[in-house]
């Protein structure tokens, strides 16, 4: 067994794979709709995104998150900013983090990784 697919809500369906495309190098496994997309790797294997329509509220603190990996962070979250993320004021960082919270344009937590933060 292993993970095939993270889904995750999203208030415009549109914008977040708009998003979540750029960001991630993924395409769409099947024409989207209005409320659903599966967004999969351009190229190779990899888990799924998909987004779902949703008028929940994004949860401040959320349970599950994804976790982007970098040997480069400065410059991937400059990148996702530029591409419409925005910085979340976290009051939970440890001393010295190897992680930055981001949020997708809605509203979405994920964080960027340094990899090589030993």
């Known amino acids: 067994m292993h993970i095939g697919t993270v889904v995750m809500g999203a208030s415009d369906v549109a914008r977040a794979a708009a998003f979540w495309k750029a960001a991630l190098g993924y395409v769409e496994r099947e024409p989207a709709r209005d409320d659903w997309v599966v967004l999969v790797p351009a190229e190779g294997p990899g888990p799924g995104l998909a987004l779902g329509r949703s008028d929940s509220p994004v949860q401040e603190v959320p349970r599950v998150h994804l976790d982007l990996y970098t040997e480069e962070q400065d410059a991937e979250v400059a990148r996702l900013l530029a591409l419409g993320a925005a910085e979340v004021d ?28 030993g």
């Open 90 to 117: 976290w009051e939970l960082y440890p001393e010295d983090p190897d992680f930055v919270v981001l949020a997708d344009p809605e509203g979405n937590r994920f964080c960027v990784i340094d990899t090589t933060h």
